[in-house]
């Protein structure tokens, strides 16, 4: 008879037992571990057929180029194209470099109460080359003859003059100067009488224009007038200045009033147009001698002009200004000046005390010129540039 084998753990099982066989048995037990399952394989599950995991296909014609933490200037730039066309490499741009620091501010200073001439202080200082944008200068008690009018401009300060002989009247000013940081702003003052041109210094630079940055005009110390002209015109053709201070004397005056509407029509033609021309008595260097009491048959005055030369690429537009007695604000609306180059006035019926004198001193482009009334025909006109923001 064939035994089956036995299972080792069985053999430990009937080994337990006869060694303790001494001991009573309290029932017979049959220990077995459980069964093996039978045709149970456990395997990892299958991969999906079909179904293949790959990386996003680049988009055709596109190359991505790793980035870089700079470019100098002139380095090729890569450009992503649009599917199916080709890379495009864009031409090298110019930058410009921004306008300097306080470019094209506008600056103010206004004070009332002063007499004969002081410095009013400008809301914050310039930071270089100015030029006016507007002035108002005007008699606190009632109108005098003249001896002293002007605006000049400094770095922290505007200094303003009004007076007739003794300079005790007060009044009260304001000025308005766009600054132009970069320009230098130059003076020259002379001598002479009636309407006379002066010649500015230098070789006009080119491919540039003048601005009018401040004037002052003086007649001779002790002494006054009546007003019946007053100009300053800025030529950067003729690199000059022309400048008029008249009162009746020396004057020929007849057919004036006929001629000046047509004069006024073209602002080519300087009012009033029938005057004489003075002559340059003492040159640029006119400050340190006495002021004439006359210059051939006209009343002496010694002027200064402050102007600055700035590149026509600044200008953005050139503006005229024209008006009467009844028409004092014509800026068109939208209208803007940034720089004055010019202006006259000129009483036509005869000369006349001075009550107060100004041009856009507003920023509107108002005009005052006249004594204590309006009822005084007068025209004026002016010329102004827009600047480039």
Wanted: with cysteine.
């Amino acid at each position: 008879m064939r035994v089956p084998p036995l299972r080792s753990s069985t053999l430990s099982i009937a080994l337990l037992l006869c060694l303790g066989g001494g001991a009573p048995a309290a029932a017979q037990v049959q220990v077995t571990p459980p069964a093996e399952r039978s045709g149970v394989q456990v395997t990892p599950p299958p991969e999906r057929t079909g179904v293949q995991v790959k990386p996003p296909a680049q988009r055709s014609g596109v190359q991505v180029a790793p980035p870089q933490r700079s470019q100098r200037e002139g380095a090729r730039v890569v450009v992503p194209a649009q599917p199916n066309r080709r890379v495009v490499v864009p031409a090298q741009a110019q930058v410009q470099a921004p306008p300097p620091r306080g470019h094209l501010e506008l600056h103010r200073a206004q004070i009332q109460g002063l007499r004969d001439n002081g410095p009013a202080a400008l809301d914050k200082p310039l930071p270089g080359g100015w030029a006016m944008a507007g002035f108002e200068l005007r008699f606190l008690n009632g109108d005098h003859k003249l001896r002293r009018i002007g605006v000049l401009g400094e770095e922290r300060f505007a200094r303003l003059a009004l007076a007739d002989q003794n300079g005790d009247d007060p009044f009260r000013g304001r000025v308005l100067l766009t600054s132009l940081p970069g320009a230098k702003v130059q003076q020259v003052t002379a001598d002479g009488g009636g309407k006379f041109d002066i010649r500015l210094p230098g070789q006009a630079p080119r491919d540039s224009t003048l601005v009018l940055s401040g004037f002052e005009f003086r007649r001779a110390d002790g002494s006054d007038a009546n007003l019946r002209n007053v100009a300053v015109w800025l030529d950067p053709e003729r690199n000059i200045a022309r400048v008029s201070l008249t009162d009746d004397q020396g004057l020929d005056f007849r057919g004036l009033e006929a001629s000046l509407g047509a004069m006024a029509a073209s602002m080519l033609v300087p009012l009033p147009g029938l005057l004489e021309t003075g002559s340059v008595v003492a040159g640029t260097r006119a400050t340190s001698r006495a002021i004439r009491q006359n210059s051939g048959q006209y009343r002496g005055y010694r002027v200064t002009v402050q102007y600055a030369w700035i590149p026509n690429s600044q200008v953005a537009s050139r503006g005229g200004l024209a008006g009467t007695d009844r028409s004092r604000q014509p800026l068109p609306g939208g209208a803007r000046i940034d720089a004055l180059q010019g202006f006259e006035f000129t009483f036509t019926n005869s000369d006349h005390h001075l009550l107060g004198l100004g041009l856009n001193g507003d920023g509107r482009g108002s005009a005052l010129f006249q004594d204590n009334n309006t009822d005084d025909p007068m025209q004026w006109y002016a010329s102004y540039l827009t600047l480039r923001r």
